[in-house]
Structures are given as C-alpha cells and as structure tokens.
C-alpha cells in the first residue's frame, strides 16, 4: 500500500528525517512511536506532501508520489488527520465533512456518507449545522477523523490524535481508531501515547533523532525496554 | 437634501465600494497580500470597457434608429467585454507575479504589487490607451427607469449602479456559498496547507479568485466611469487606498464584512459632508481613519482578534 | 544555595486555553532541567520569564526583584539571557557581530550608542573571547545565516552570554544536533555552571538532559507533574504515563 | 550649462531621498511608501518660513529638519504596533494626508501652492553653481550621517532589530525605540532634502509630493540595493538621469520604475548591487579569490 524508501526531510540546515524506509501493507495498522522531535509529525507531512524531502522516494499502491501535488495525493485515497484536528474552524460541522469529500463530485454520495458518519459519530449528527470552532477539542478531534474518512480512504495518516485532550477523551478516540482499524481501514499511526497506539495496531517504528531504530509487532514493542528508554532516555 | 437622499446616495456609493473591495478581500483571504494593483484593474475595466463603447456604438446605429438605444446596447456590450478583460487581467497577475512573490516576505509582495500598479497607470496614460485627459463615457442609466419616491429620488444612472452590484453579489454568493469550489475557496482562506490536503487544487481555487474579484473591480470601474461620466488614467487612486479602509474595516479576508464595511464607511462619508462640512476633503478622512484603525484595530472593526 | 528565580503560581491563558495552570518553579544555583511532553507549556514559560509573554496571574521574582512587568530588552539588562528553540541568529550579520550585538546590551539604553563605534579593539577583545570560549574563534567572519545548525546553536548560546547574565534559558539547545555535538553542547553548558551562571534548560533529548542537569521539573498540560533528580524522575510513575500512556 | 546645473541640483536632492528612505528600510527594516510626505513637510516648512517669517534661508533649513524629524517621530508610531505590510499602507496613508492638509489649508496655500520662494545667493555670485555645492555638501553630509550610524552600535541595534524584533529585544535591545530613532534620521534627512528643493525650484504645489514621488524614492533603494551605500545612491543617479538624458525614456519612466520593481522583487529583491544580488557576486569573483569553506571538517 505505502512504501518508504530512503527519506531524508531537511528545514534549512535541519535535518528532521534520515534514510527512513519502512512499509505499511494492505489492511494493516502501522504506528510510528517516539519522543518529542524524533521527527514523527515530519514524517507525516511529508507523506501528505507538506513538505519536500531532499532525498527518497514514497511509494503508493506502487505509484511514485514523491513530487506529486497535495490534491493529487488526497484523490488517491490519502486522507489525514492532522495534528490537533486542524478543522475548517469557521466552517460548519456540515461543511467540513463536504470538504473531507471534496475529491468526490456527486451530491447523492457525498450527502451519503455524511449520514454515514453521523451515524458512526451521533455527537457530529448533534451539532452539524454549528460553526467547528465552537466544538470541544474531544469533537473537533472526532470531527477530523470523520472529515478523513468521507474519502474513504484506502489508507489514513493520523498525527498525534492524543495530543492536548484530556485521558478520557484520548481513550474514546482510540476506541474509534480501533473500531477502524477492525472495519479493515488501513491506518498510519503516529502517536507520543507508546501504549494507547499499540493496543489499536499490529506493527510498530521507533523513531529517535529522525532516525528508524525499531521495528516490530506491537506486542513485542510493547514488551520492549527500549521503547520506554527512546522516551526516557534511560 | 434630505436624510433618505443622503441614504440613497450613500448606498450608491457603497456598491463601487462593495465591488472593488470585495476582490481585494478575496486575495487577502487566500494569499494575505495587500493587492494594491487592484486598483490598476479597475481603472483598466473603465478603460476597456469605454473602448468596447465606443468601438461598438456606430454599429448599433444604423439598426437601431433610436441614438438612446444604442448606446443603451453598446454599454451592455461593453460591460461583460470589460469584466471578462479585468478578470484575465487579474488572473494573470496571479499567474505572472504573487505565484512567485507568495511565501517570500509579505513586503516583497507588496511592493511588486505598488510597482505593478504603477506600470499599469503610467502605460493607461499613453496615448495609444487612454491618453493623459479625461473621456467621456456617455452610457447615461442604459435604459434603467427613474425612481422617484416623496422622500427621495434615484438617477437611471444611480438605479444601474445599484442594480448590476446586486446582480453581481448575488451571483458571487452563489459561487462562494453553493458551489464546490466556492466551498474550497472558502477552506483555502482559512487553512490553504489543509484544503490541499483534502483535495482542493489551491491553485485553481486561487486563478478563480482573482478572476472574480477582478472581474467585479472592471464591472466598477465602468460604473464609476458612467456615473462620473468620465475615465482618466489616475482613476483608480483614491478607490484603491479606500478600498482598503474597507478591507481593514471589515476585517481582512471577511466578504460579509467588507460588504457592512463599504455601507459604514458611504454612510459616514456622505453625512459628513452632508451635515457637518469639514477640514479636509472626505478621501483624506478615509485615510486617517485607516491609519488610526491599522493602529488600534489592526483585525478591523469586525474582525477576529 | 540562593534562589535565583522564582516563578510563582503562573497562570497563562490564550483565549480559553490554559497553557500554564499556577506553576510554581525556583532556580537555584544549578542547571535545571524542564522537560515534558509537546504542549506541555515549556516555552510559554521561558517567553514569560524573558517577557515575551506577560502571565494572567502569578508573579516572576529574579534576585529579589519582581520582573513579570518588565519588557524583554529590560530584563535581558538586568542579567537574564535566552537562546530559542527555533534559532534566530542574526543570520546577515557576521559571528563576531552577532556577540557584538550582545556585548551592547549594556550600552544600548545609554547615549553611547549613538557616538560609540561597536567595532573597536576594546569591544572586539572580549567578543572574541567569548568565540574562544564557544569554540568559534574559525567562524568569526562567516555569516551567521550560512553556518550549519550546531553551530548556529553554539553561536545563540555565545550571543546570550555577550549579555553577561547570571541566569541563562536554553531553549532545547540539543534539538537538530548529533549525538556528538550534544556532547560537545553539553561540555559547554556545565563550564558555564563552574562559571557560577544559573541555567535552566529546556530539552527534548532525553539522555542529554537526564545526563547534564542537576534537577528536572516536569510540565505536562500546564502542571508540574513531578521534580527531583534525574533518577528520581525517571522512575516517577506519573512521568511515565505522560510520556507513554497507561 | 544651467541644464547640467539644474540636473545635478536634482539628482543630489534624489540621493539624500533615497538614503533617508535606506536608513528606515535598509537599516531598521521599515518599509515607507510615505517618504514624499517628510520631503513635503521640510519643503512647506523652509518655504513658510522664508515667505511668511521673513527668515533667512539657513534657519528655514534647519527648521524643516527640525521639524521633520518631530513629525518623523509621530509618524513613526505606526511601526511600533502595526505588521510590516499594514506599516506600508499606514504611510501610504500618511502621504495622501500630508498632501491633503497642504492641498486644502490655506495657510499652506491650497492649490494654488507657494510661489516666490528665495533661492539663496552666496558670496555675490549671481548663478547656482554655490547653491549646487552646497546641495552636494548635503549629500556628502548625508552619506557621513548613513556610514556614521553603521559603524556604530545604533546601527547594529537597527540591523539586529531588521533582522528579528524577538532575538534583538532578547540581546537588550529596545526595538521601539530604535525604530523611532530610525524614523526621525530618516524623515530630517528628507526634510532637509525638502528645503533645498523648495528654494530651487522658488514655487511648491501639493501635487509635487503625490504617492507616486515616494514610489520613486523606493524604487531607487530597491533598484540599487537596500541596506548598502553604494546601492541608494547608484539607483537615485541612473534612475534620476537616465529618462532626463533619453527622452524616450521620459515619458515612460514611471512604467519603467513600476516594471523595474516588479522585476527586482522577482529575480534580486536585494537589489543590483545588493551584498547577496547576482551583480555583486559577481564582480567579487572577479575580484576577490573565494574562499572555499568546509563545513563538513567543522561541525
């Protein structure tokens, strides 16, 4: 499904991500784990396209997209969710799931799958006709995986969904992660939350300095000592 | 002259506010460029669209019998002639400048765009274009009706002027709030790296941009050309540096704002010198109401903090 | 031990965000570690410290004197320095200027700035002293936009000090650097202790800040969650939870 | 002979313009479009002064730097609270007010602008060449003032405060202030440049002053290369003296400034003689052996 050869992302004379290869199949759930600037949310943007990488190539359902314009990419079958959510703030909850299909031009379907996230999210079905920003962050969060999903996606990038949400919140997202990945999404994770993320995958990366270190199942990673010390630094 | 004639005349004044500074607001939106070669296009609609006029009135003549009719028609020729010119006009700016000049320091933008609105001016003035002097554009109401109420009385050329920014807005509503790229357009004002990512060409989003709004900035040039019954080189001053007392007003990048905005400010200005006199001419008021706002309200009077 | 700074009971809000939650942080003579995990409100702390920021409520104290109210260029004057995560070299100015630019912090609020040319042998001195002391004497004359980011970082730090503080915030001075110029980095930082310079560091590097700092406060969501010695925080259970999840 | 004198006469008065508008753009980071409004202000005040006081050429000089650099100060606060791009339009702002008080107050002579200022005469002698002189003493003043102020610390302060507010405010440096410094050496520059060109031309009229004048002004800075010396005063002599010496190029030299910043900002927006522009790369190759520097070894 995605294959990443020899990445290498620079900004200026930083270099965030060195030779970085690694694979996530069909119908799998792929996390990438690691400590603040490791470089996880580089990777990521990477892939949508948000920035260039200097060096290497990515691969998606075996067509090189590399240099291939944003837009182009989402028309694929890449969908995103950002860090934080990122929803069209002043835009309603209705709106913002029209976006999500913007790739799709007929009415019927788009107002379809609408219903069909109204009915995954009922809190969305609640509010679709308010302003996104008025939202609580848990929602927004909801909001912006739904947004992703009316693509139907074949394979769904997910940055830091944990990040700025209270524990209780961040169990409900990864419930609906998980639902996801059970409906047979393939999902990219990459996520600071090492045990929360591995519940929801079956493999898992370590990324420390923009380098790969680890690579594993993610019962294994679990287990791993190493996993805790890429954080702790122990 | 009484209160609802002031109001009449001010809102005519607030649609060729509307109309320019609706475009304006539409590229700060997107790019948060101050576009002040804005105001080049607008005086080159009133130029182009004087030419159409003139170009094609001797062939409505012998048709038409009547010389009113005829230069009722040629003005309804020379106006889409004009918006469509204005609207590549202004396409191309984005295409030949701000696509290079966007995300490199704002200034530089900004400045390229003072150059431009330069170069326009200066060449409208040749005598191959326009010429130095003042032209005529007779185009009257076009054929639009005189109303006449107890209260207040509206011109045929005032009735015109408020009747195509209706039109217009209406069908830019429409685009903005109905369609699926209005919706991208949208998205791509309020986060373009995340519109992009689901899907929406910012590219074409933003050519279209800049077609609208410089079409609507042609469409007022030509207005104020007949209502002032004249088009000269240097037309576009004052309109643009008030235009953006409109834009800041509004809020930057709002187009219900800077709609409010265009009324607040035809309002404030007609009564001033309706009823108050004052020191100054009333375009210097605008200004310092813009520098005094740039200072205090930096987000405009509506605008998010 | 002198307390240096203390940060009482901040409270930092952006709009209906809480960044800050009544943190209450003091610095001795030490290196003090401040980690945690992203948004956590590090640097929101820092731009209040070196005020960038002014807090909601809460007062920041440096040697007994109330600074919170101050603006930045006041309070670099009166012995604070920061380097920043997201380095801003004066990128077209020499190295040996950048220090210059430093080593004016105590003219510039004086008539001298206008008659007093900032090159001359007896500024020039004690500039390329501190070069020597960084280790960039070889630089002296590149841009500082042109150099590699190691060594952007080591010219930060030497900017800070030209402002000759006795308190200095590192802003995750190790982010971007191999595990070979941390080294370096860290080598540096603990001359500046020996020197008697306060310093409180903000790191993401977990082994570099475990390994240099004397104590380490950890932030997360806007409240200090635990503090002690690098031992003691790494086995803190609560830290753990922040860092990996339950 | 007169013509040469004449042209001279301008083309000093241009320079002074485009190394005061430097200081604010090159040094400090400001960007003006309203440097006509300060030529204007020293302009009105020499000329009122000689007209309604009767005072000698010298105090109306000094009275129009005097009084330039206070407005400059006032006009300055705009900077402090205000992004770079609104900065550019608050002084547009300022230019078309400017004009307008002089336009519509009468004091200042409306419309019909000032008439029959005194051009000076020095020792007895009955030409312009003295006041020629001391228009390009002026300039040399001018380039001492810009040369002076980047050698020392206030002008690493300004280049420091260009560069980034924040790191500059974090070395102690007060980025208001120095930015109303730059103002107010920037706008008695002009100012004084104003008064020489009010006693030589003998009338004013608002319209000399328009917002395009300070499109002139900037083109200049930015065709030469903002922040150096050379740069300014290169750019105001071609750019000043190339559409007098061509006729052609007369009349077409505003759509020559505007297509020439357009292009600048495209392909140098440091300028052609800019410290990073293709120009001067070049001519340092030419005459300095590069030296090759080898990051590699180092980091």
């Known amino acids: 499904m995605l294959q990443v050869e020899n990445l290498d992302v620079h900004y200026g004379h930083i270099q965030a991500l060195r030779d970085v290869s690694f694979a996530v199949n069909d119908n799998e759930g792929v996390a990438v784990l690691g400590a603040n600037g490791a470089g996880k949310s580089t990777l990521i943007k990477t892939l949508i396209g948000w920035n260039t990488p200097s060096r290497g190539r990515i691969l998606f359902d075996g067509k090189d997209i590399t240099r291939l314009p944003i837009w182009d990419r989402a028309a694929l079958g890449l969908a995103v969710v950002p860090e934080s959510g990122r929803v069209f703030r002043d835009l309603t909850v209705t709106q913002n799931l029209e976006l999500g299909a913007y790739t799709e031009k007929h009415r019927a379907t788009i107002q379809q799958r609408a219903r069909e996230m109204f009915d995954l999210f009922p809190v969305l079905n609640e509010r679709k006709h308010q302003i996104a920003k008025t939202l609580s962050g848990g929602e927004q969060q909801m909001l912006a995986i739904a947004r992703a999903l009316m693509t139907r996606p074949k394979l769904l990038l997910i940055d830091e969904v944990s990040m700025g949400l209270m524990p209780i919140l961040v169990k409900r997202v990864f419930e609906v992660i998980g639902q996801l990945r059970a409906s047979g999404v393939t999902i990219l994770l990459v996520e600071q939350n090492a045990y929360e993320a591995l519940q929801v995958v079956e493999r898992g990366y370590v990324l420390e300095n923009g380098k790969i270190v680890l690579n594993d199942t993610a019962s294994e990673l679990t287990q791993n000592p190493r996993v805790k010390a890429a954080y702790l630094g122990g | ?305 | 031990m002198s307390t240096r700074l203390e940060a009482r009971n901040i409270t930092k809000r952006f709009g209906g965000l809480e960044a800050l939650r009544g943190v209450s942080v003091t610095a001795q003579d030490e290196i003090l570690g401040l980690i945690g995990p992203n948004g956590a409100g590090k640097t929101t702390l820092f731009n209040i410290i070196c005020g960038f920021l002014r807090p909601t409520s809460g007062a920041v104290i440096f040697e007994d004197r109330a600074i919170h109210t101050k603006r930045t260029h006041e309070i670099t004057q009166s012995g604070i320095a920061r380097t920043f995560q997201i380095v801003k070299p004066f990128s077209d100015l020499t190295v040996l200027d950048n220090v210059l630019a430093g080593l004016g912090c105590h003219i510039y609020a004086t008539p001298r700035v206008f008659a007093e040319q900032y090159s001359t042998r007896t500024t020039i001195e004690p500039a390329r002293e501190i070069l020597a002391f960084t280790d960039l004497t070889k630089w002296a004359d590149t841009l500082a936009g042109n150099l590699p980011i190691g060594l952007q970082r080591k010219l930060e730090i030497a900017r800070a000090l030209a402002t000759q503080p006795r308190l200095l915030l590192l802003d995750e001075p190790a982010a971007g650097l191999t595990s070979g110029e941390a080294d370096e980095l860290a080598v540096l930082v603990r001359k500046l202790r020996a020197q008697g310079k306060t310093i409180i560091v903000i790191e993401h590097n977990m082994a570099f800040a475990m390994n240099l700092c004397q104590r380490i406060v950890v932030l997360a969501q806007g409240e200090i969650i635990a503090q002690g010695t690098p031992a003691q925080v790494q086995t803190d259970e609560r830290v753990i939870n922040a860092y990996l999840g339950h | 002979m007169d013509y040469f004198v004449s042209l001279a006469v301008f083309a000093g008065i241009w320079v002074v313009l485009a190394l005061s508008l430097n200081i604010l753009m090159g040094f400090a980071g400001q960007v003006s479009l309203g440097q006509a409004a300060f030529f204007a202000i020293g302009a009105y005040t020499s000329a009122l002064c000689a007209l309604k006081f009767d005072q000698p050429f010298f105090v109306g000089f000094f009275a129009a730097i005097l009084v330039t650099g206070f407005v400059g100060a006032f006009l300055g606060l705009p900077s402090l609270r205000v992004r770079h791009d609104f900065l550019v339009l608050a002084t547009m702002g300022v230019n078309f007010v400017v004009v307008a008080i002089f336009k519509y107050v009468d004091f200042f002579g409306g419309a019909l602008g000032l008439i029959d200022i005194p051009t000076p005469r020095f020792f007895g002698v009955n030409n312009d060449i003295p006041y020629l002189i001391l228009v390009w003493l002026y300039v040399g003043a001018a380039i001492l003032i810009s040369w002076y102020i980047s050698k020392t610390w206030t002008g690493l302060a300004l280049n420091a405060v260009r560069i980034n507010e924040e790191a500059a405010a974090a070395v102690g440096i007060s980025v208001p202030r120095f930015k109303i410094y730059a103002f107010i050496v920037s706008a008695a520059l002009a100012g004084g440049a104003g008064s020489l060109y009010a006693h030589y031309l003998k009338s004013l009229f608002p319209d000399n002053f328009n917002f395009i004048e300070s499109i002139v002004i900037l083109s200049m800075v930015v065709v030469g290369g903002v922040g150096t010396l050379r740069g300014p005063i290169i750019g105001a002599i071609i750019l000043r003296a190339l559409p007098e010496l061509l006729r052609e190029v007369h009349d077409y030299r505003f759509t020559l400034y505007g297509g020439l910043i357009v292009l600048m900002m495209l392909f140098q927006p440091m300028g052609l003689l800019g410290d990073d522009s293709t120009l001067m790369r070049g001519l340092r190759r030419l005459f300095v052996r590069k030296e090759k520097v080898d990051y590699e070894h180092a980091a």
């Open chain 2, 1 to 305: 002259m009484s209160i609802a004639q002031n109001l009449s005349n001010a809102m005519v004044l607030a649609s060729t506010y509307i109309l320019i500074a609706i475009g304006l607001t539409m590229v700060y939106g997107v790019l948060k460029v101050l576009h002040v070669a804005h105001a080049g296009v607008y005086a080159s609609g009133a130029f182009v669209g004087l030419g159409a006029f003139n170009f094609v009135r001797p062939f409505c003549t012998p048709t038409l019998e009547d010389a009113r009719l005829a230069s009722n028609l040629a003005f309804w020729i020379s106006l889409p002639i004009a918006m469509i010119v204005s609207g590549v006009m202004g396409a191309l700016i984005y295409l030949l400048i701000y696509r290079y000049t966007w995300g490199k320091s704002p200034t530089i933008s900004l400045v390229a765009s003072v150059g431009l609105f330069t170069l326009i001016q200066d060449l409208l003035q040749k005598p191959f274009l326009l010429g130095p002097r003042q032209q005529p554009y007779p185009a009257g109401g076009a054929g639009m009706p005189r109303i006449e109420t107890p209260w207040f009385m509206i011109t045929p050329t005032q009735v015109l002027i408020l009747f195509v920014t209706l039109i217009l807005l209406a069908i830019v509503y429409v685009i903005l709030n109905r369609t699926r790229i209005g919706l991208g357009w949208q998205a791509a004002s309020l986060d373009p790296e995340m519109a992009a990512a689901v899907g929406v060409n910012v590219t074409h989003v933003i050519v279209l941009n800049f077609f609208l709004g410089s079409m609507l900035a042609g469409a007022a040039g030509v207005l104020v050309g007949v209502y002032d019954n004249m088009v000269f080189s240097t037309m576009g001053d004052v309109p643009s540096y008030k235009a953006f007392v409109v834009v800041v007003l509004g809020g930057l990048g709002s187009v219900p704002g800077t709609i409010v905005a265009s009324i607040v400010l035809a309002v404030t200005e007609t009564f001033m010198v309706a009823f108050a006199g004052s020191l100054m001419p009333r375009d210097a008021i605008a200004f310092l109401v813009l520098i005094l706002l740039l200072m205090f309200r930096p987000r405009g009077l509506l605008g998010r903090a």
